[in-house]
């Protein structure tokens, strides 16, 4: 599975940005039951994982991101995408979707986020 994650770049706190991640090299029947994720690295710091959701579309949440950010997929589309909203400084970071767990590490997108 080959991911490419996109929708990054500089916003104000409280801002939004929708992130999208393009599954390829995938065929429907194989991406549709994979738990897919969103994951983070701020500058500094480990990656950590941000949201899940699984093929049923059961969601789980990091605590620091809760009530702000919402994961969602388009199985036909091979897409998932994660809404982040009321956006903080400390969610500055590459973002990257991947399987739960994960596989390879696709290209990133930058969220910034200025005061």
């Known amino acids: 599975v080959q991911l490419q994650a996109s929708g990054g770049g500089l916003v104000q706190a409280g801002g939004s940005l929708r992130l999208s991640c393009a599954a390829s090299r995938v065929i429907t029947s194989v991406f549709n039951p994979l738990t897919m994720a969103w994951y983070r690295q701020a500058p500094g710091k480990q990656r950590e994982l941000v949201a899940s959701?699984?093929?049923?579309?059961?969601?789980d949440y990091a605590d620091s991101v809760k009530g702000r950010f919402t994961i969602s997929r388009d199985n036909a589309k091979k897409k998932v995408y994660l809404q982040m909203n009321s956006l903080e400084l400390e969610d500055t970071a590459v973002y990257y979707c991947?399987?739960?767990?994960?596989?390879?590490w696709g290209q990133g997108t930058l969220v910034t986020v200025s005061s």
């Open positions: 959701i699984t093929s049923g579309r059961s969601t």
């Open positions: 991947n399987k739960s767990p994960p596989g390879q």
